[in-house]
């Protein structure tokens, strides 16, 4: 009795769904489920974010001050609420009151509402750790960049604005509600913080359910909008079917991803709301470890874990979130502890941190200057291919000065007949990446085989697809086709570079895609087609998928990405006047975004209007801190323009800056040698070659200005190492075989 009390008086006093959307607030869950809103009071999802209030700040405001770069904020309070004196969107001190925390530990930042109802996160964080351990104090989130009000990572810029960049995942049933021509926003959300909502769903019909007699409910899903029934039990009888519906719930939040359709339901495969980051240089490893911030999703489907079918819930209480055991044992609960916990099989002391399973398995990395995240791939070290590829090991992390080669040497003693030390798809991609001569069919072989894992066949798929590269007829089709949505994503890239009619073959029937992903990618590949004379059936059918795909870019309407994506796909449809406004709106909603000056001065290029678009890239130039991406694109413009010598310094500029590009360093050495000056453009080339030595048009660029400049003994060294690295390319043969004749 007492119980169904409880429920009533819930039922009247909670908040009840939103605009018909069918949330009905924790409060109304908890009338049943006491138990776990209990473990779920005080965990990170319950204080992910919170109105600024005495028992939710955690940051010393008692006229506190910090200085970073060059900026003396203060932190006070004044009339009961909290407030921070730091520099504005203009480069001057102003007051802002904070409105929001965010997150609870290890650092708790602010949120700030500017004009408009942009919510911006605050640069400057709180250290909420133990003063013991460093914390309590205040830390800027980007101490080692030097920071103004004009760089895109100042806490006034786009990039920090909580409502798209954040929001979604710290609060429940977030409705964004942007309005592009006035850039304004009236953001609501069901609940300020991670509720039972956010990952359950909508749970009106589950209320009406519960609120039935028993005798009356009818069976089956109980009106729940997700099924989160994955197995719980600690034992090896995983179900990956089942477990991946909660794996890729959880993954809406946890994975590095960008969002890509504003109501899909719940409960429906990551790929329809969201587009999933691969395993990009920039963000992982060769060997899939994680390097930039990149959460957990991507790396556990990497995992051996994750094939066989364990779930989230198998090592974290879902509602505290917390472990569901200590150290060892959470990992003993599946590996038996008397054959993995113990020093003939860690090789180190019982109870010493080299002992401990994640010490080796899952190395953690800093994020946010001080936030620990572990890597869920859970590998085996291998030391083996940092020696070979230069990717980290966890060996290191205790052991950095005996170097990869000893770590190496101590596992082939301690396991010297382990399979673990096998073929890895990490040896590919560092050979395609360095430009080895078989890097491309390394690649494919990785996209082609089953037996890895989805997100590592569509990143090789992907990055075979960025060499240019298309695999033969067979093996496209089968990629295309595969059961794997990412691999299918992916592979439709490979068409970027074919004819119309070979798109139109291979890459129609991907229209019809059961994945959103595949489908808005296949759109992008076949837009071109609007240009051909196609059957006025098929350029309907286009055309909705041209809808779908400008529905998708209006989720993000209030990103620049967006517009510029809007752009590039009306110049594919041949609508010049439709791209130019698109990256005209990018550039109003952030005069910093790079990406909108380079292509809408490359628009203007091929309108043959370059005066305008150098004076384009000259305010940029003149807004944003410094951009190598602007100089080398003004650089070209020059050239262009017949203004060489105002060139040169614009490129040297932007291959200095960005030494990691090949690209500006060989139009950097072609210019110079342009201007009379080849022993230079080879001073430049051969620097290049040293950081990318199997760059194809470096060593192109080696030998045909080594042959310029009458070092023909060089020269043919370079066209050799050419055509060993690219024994396709019919302009290396050709130009081998004048070099062997001279």
Known sequence: MRQL????????LAPWSVAGSGYVGSTRCVACHQAEAE???????????????????LG??????????????????????YFVRTDGPDGKLQDYRIKYTFGWTPLQQYLIELPNGHVQALGIAWDSRPA?????????????????????????????????QCAECHSTNLQKNYDLAADRYRTTWSEINVACEACHGAGGKHADWAALPAARRPAGDKGLTVSLAAAATTTWAFDPASAAAQVEACARCHSRRGPIWSDDGGGRPLGNSHRLALLEERLYFADGQIKDEVFEYASYTQSRMHAAGVACTNCHEPHSLKLRAEGNALCASCHPAARYDTPAHHHHPAGSPGASCTSCHMPQRAYMVHDWRADHSIRVPRPDLSVRLGTPNACAGCHAQQGHEWAARALSRWYPESRMRGPHFAEAFHAAATGAADGAARLLAVASDPQQPAIVRGSAASRLAGLGAVPPTPELQALLAD????????????????????????????????????????????APLLRERLPAAQREELLRGVAEYEASLQVNADLPESHVSQGLLALSMGDGEQAEQAYRTALRLDARFVPAYVNLADLYRLQQREGEGEHLLREGIDRITFDADLRHTLG???????????ALQWLREAAEAESANARYSYVYALALQGSGDGVGALRILRQAQSQHPGNRDVLFALATISRDQKDMVRARAYAEELLERFPGDRQAKALCETLRER
Request: aromatic letters at 10%; charged letters at 25%.
């Open 132 to 164: 013991a351990v460093g914390g309590q104090r205040w830390f800027h989130l980007y101490p080692n960049e030097p920071m103004d009000h004009r760089h895109p990572q100042h806490w006034t810029a786009r990039s920090q604005t909580w409502n798209h």
């Open 483 to 526: 059961r794997q949505p990412l691999v299918r994503a992916a592979s439709l890239r490979f068409l970027e570079v074919a004819d119309a009619r070979t798109r139109f073959e291979q890459g129609w029937s991907s229209l019809r895609d059961s994945e959103r992903t595949v489908r808005l990618e296949a759109v992008r590949v076949l």
């Open 39 to 57: 473990a779920w009071r005080g965990s990170h999802h319950e204080l992910a974010m919170a109105v600024a209030a005495t028992d939710k700040v």
């Open 5 to 12: 009390a409880v429920f009533i008086l819930a039922l009247l």
């Open 636 to 646: 070209l413009n020059l050239i262009r323009q017949q203004r060489r010598g105002e």
């Open 60 to 81: 010393d405001f008692n006229d506190a001050t910090f200085t970073a770069h060059g900026v003396t904020s203060r932190f006070y309070r004044k009339d009961g609420s």
